[in-house]
């Protein structure tokens, strides 16, 4: 049967009979791609390179096996994350499963008082939850043992290493035992990880869902060409047109407060999170975005992968990302779980390079939507760009922005 099938089920991958119970409970009928490859190989212990779209369960392909294996055993697990967003998503995903076996959680994050995690620590988590920074943090205090830890993952390594977190981790690495289990999951595969794997990990099976950098199939795209002052009103338009939930993301910091402030002034009911709002001001913006008290929630890209809300229906990138691999996780936040979802993103004509990099990483051309009211200076039509074949570009396809005659 093809993984991901609708007359594939949970059974037969090894998983115990009382987690098929609490997978039933929650509703959760057909394995993922990701999950179907990945849950037997980690279940029989062996290390783990998953790698997959952002929005495929990577969460439950590697907590169903980790909390099956922690059951046998004493040990604990540690999964480290980039981002306190996702380590708090993944908590709520692992404790789903771990109450039911007596295993307690700890999440170790940045922006949250150390008082509490301590007494979190004391309790004695089986699996505990941290961005790294912070783990270090109480490593360098003293106030947290790794010792026992059996079972590692480090889940979104490429964000991990794109914020810079790679002296951390192979700090937390010094502190684990040799022996243990170690999963990787991510969404592409650049050469660090590469590193990683060959120097932290034995002879890891490695799942490879989709080509690294691929968008979620059920995720219709289009781009927009337009002057910048443009697109406070072009977002209007769009927002009458499209009645979801939207995540919207912007570059900069000051970009999400003012853009926040806008929609606000339009009537509409919007967030905003990014590193400048504390924890909890992330946290009841989030949990306002997944109740829908918020229809907009107005983001940079630390919340590109911490982000799991159902139901997404618009992702707008208002402002392209800086780095090209971050479109793909930012678009991956709609069409979820086999779901479809749209994604719009609005590029300004001296951008060409910005869209290049994307479509050599996407490995296919964003398609071009035109709006009669918005033109696009320095274009013989509106909202009309072309593409020509010039040879290869950084190892892959290269393209032409701009007219249609041949250079």
Same mark, same amino acid.
């Given at each position: 049967m093809t993984p991901g099938s609708s007359d594939q089920t949970f059974y037969g991958l090894g998983i115990a009979p009382k987690i098929l119970d609490i997978i039933e409970r929650m509703k959760f009928k057909t394995p993922t791609p990701i999950q179907f490859k990945a849950i037997p190989i980690g279940i029989q212990g062996n290390d783990i390179i998953?790698?997959?779209?952002?929005?495929?369960?990577?969460?439950?392909? *590697?907590?169903? !096996? %980790?909390? $099956?294996?922690?059951?046998?055993?004493?040990?604990?697990?540690?999964?480290?994350? !980039?981002?306190?967003?996702?380590?708090? $998503?993944?908590?709520?995903?692992?404790s789903k499963i771990g109450r039911s076996f007596g295993m307690n959680t700890a999440v170790l994050i940045g922006g949250a008082p150390m008082y509490h995690q301590i007494n979190a620590i004391r309790r004695r988590p089986r699996v505990i939850i941290a961005t790294p920074g912070r783990l270090? +943090?109480?490593?360098?205090? =003293?106030?947290?043992?790794?010792?026992?830890?059996?079972?590692?993952?480090? +889940?979104?390594? +490429?964000? %991990? #290493?794109?914020?810079? *977190? %790679? !002296?951390?981790?192979?700090?937390? #690495?010094?502190?684990?035992?040799?022996?243990r289990q170690t999963m990787l999951f991510s969404a592409t595969i650049p050469e660090k990880i590469i590193r990683i794997a060959s120097t932290y990990m034995k002879l890891p099976v490695s799942v490879e869902i989709a080509k690294s950098g691929t968008a979620a199939e059920k995720v219709t795209q289009e781009l927009f060409i337009i002057k910048k002052e443009d697109k406070p009103a072009l977002l209007g338009k769009l927002l009458e047109q499209y009645h979801g939930t939207v995540l919207l993301f912007s570059r900069t910091k000051r970009g999400a407060s003012r853009i926040t402030r806008g929609l606000l002034? %339009?009537?509409?009911?919007?967030?905003?999170?990014?590193? +400048? =709002?504390?924890?909890?001001?992330? =946290?009841?913006? #989030?949990?306002? *975005?997944?109740?829908?008290?918020?229809?907009?929630?107005?983001?940079?890209?630390?919340?590109a992968r911490g982000i799991d809300v159902k139901g997404i229906e618009l992702v707008i990138n208002y402002d392209l990302p800086d780095d090209s691999e971050n479109y793909v996780h930012r678009i991956g936040r709609t069409g979820r779980a086999e779901h479809e979802g749209r994604a719009i993103s609005f590029a300004t004509p001296d951008q060409r390079n910005e869209v290049l990099g994307i479509e050599r990483i996407m490995r296919s051309e964003l398609p071009v939507k035109k709006h009669p009211e918005f033109f696009a200076p320095g274009f013989t039509a509106p909202l009309v760009r072309s593409f020509q074949p010039r040879g290869r570009l950084r190892g892959g396809r290269g393209y032409r922005f701009g007219s249609r005659k041949k250079r």
């Open positions: 998953g790698i997959a779209q952002t929005g495929t369960g990577k969460t439950l392909a *590697f907590g169903i !096996p %980790m909390i $099956q294996r922690l059951a046998q055993s004493s040990a604990l697990g540690l999964i480290l994350v !980039p981002t306190r967003e996702l380590a708090i $998503q993944v908590e709520e995903a692992i270090n +943090d109480h490593l360098n205090q =003293r106030t947290v043992n790794l010792s026992s830890v059996g079972i590692l993952v480090l +889940d979104e390594a +490429d964000r %991990m #290493l794109d914020m810079g *977190f %790679m !002296p951390q981790i192979e700090d937390v #690495l010094k502190h684990l035992p040799k022996e002034s %339009m009537g509409h009911n919007a967030a905003e999170i990014h590193s +400048d =709002r504390s924890l909890n001001q992330r =946290r009841q913006a #989030l949990e306002g *975005f997944k109740s829908g008290r918020y229809r907009i929630l107005v983001a940079t890209d630390i919340a």
